[in-house]
């Protein structure tokens, strides 16, 4: 079974600062994907980046960019020039891919870090 | 294009009535999935649900149950309520072609007393 792990329960930053939140997974498979979700006090989860792991290219939305590091199992976000808005719980999510698992959508989530933004 | 809905958004049981959650899929979602969310357990997987099939299932009692209508919108039930099954309850759809990503819904948050 596949498991994610946020070692970060609680993370602060200064707005218009730079973060990164960790993520490590274990899994042995060779296809999947991996994703950062953002759910705010409204609780709703909101997808932030995607990674596939046979891209060998980190993934990149706007201020949020990953560093992923396939033989390490290391999943990290980057949040460049924090806003007021960012403050949130992230979570990171594992996903199944490949033929074998075609079908299969089951995310398997971390415990999740709490972002605080200072203004 | 509308998101994922859910309803009730709020629910308050006493213990050993039966629930039941409702979740519509964006429009032209066929697979829709639920988890669990509380603060001791985290995030967790229920079971999935495609083209009115049950295609995956987590490890949760008999007592959770869902199904799917052709329309793809999505139940899930809960009978027999404990105070354990207090929790946010989320729905998340995909297009499910293999390497989708699943959007979530704002979830249903269920008290049980």
């Known amino acids: 079974a596949q498991t994610v792990t946020q070692s970060q329960p609680e993370m602060s930053v200064q707005e218009a600062e730079t973060v990164t939140l960790s993520c490590t997974y274990d899994?042995?498979?060779?296809?999947?994907?991996l994703f950062w979700y953002k759910q705010p006090p409204s609780r709703q989860m909101i997808l932030v980046i995607r990674?596939?792991?046979?891209?060998?290219q980190n993934a990149t939305e706007n201020r949020f960019s990953v560093n992923f590091q396939k033989a390490a199992k290391s999943f990290s976000l980057k949040i460049s020039d924090s806003q007021l808005g960012d403050a949130a719980m992230y979570f990171c999510a594992y996903r199944s891919g490949g033929i074998s698992n075609f079908g299969n959508e089951k995310l398997t989530f971390g415990t999740g870090t709490r972002l605080t933004i200072i203004p | 294009k509308a998101g994922v809905t859910q309803t009730p958004r709020y629910l308050i049981k006493t213990r050993g009535q039966q629930v039941t959650l409702s979740c519509s899929p964006i429009s032209g979602h066929r697979s829709v999935s639920w988890y669990q969310q509380t603060p001791g357990q985290g995030l967790q997987f229920l079971f999935e649900y495609f083209s009115e099939t049950q295609r995956n299932k987590g490890n949760f009692p008999g007592r959770f149950s869902g199904r799917q209508f052709s329309n793809s919108r999505s139940e899930m039930n809960v009978s027999t309520l404990e105070l354990g099954d207090s929790a946010l309850y989320l729905c998340a759809s995909s297009l499910a072609e293999g390497r989708e990503t699943q959007y979530f819904g704002p979830g249903t948050r269920l008290l049980v007393l």
């Open positions: 990674q596939e792991a046979y891209k060998q």
């Open positions: 899994t042995s498979e060779s296809d999947y994907y």
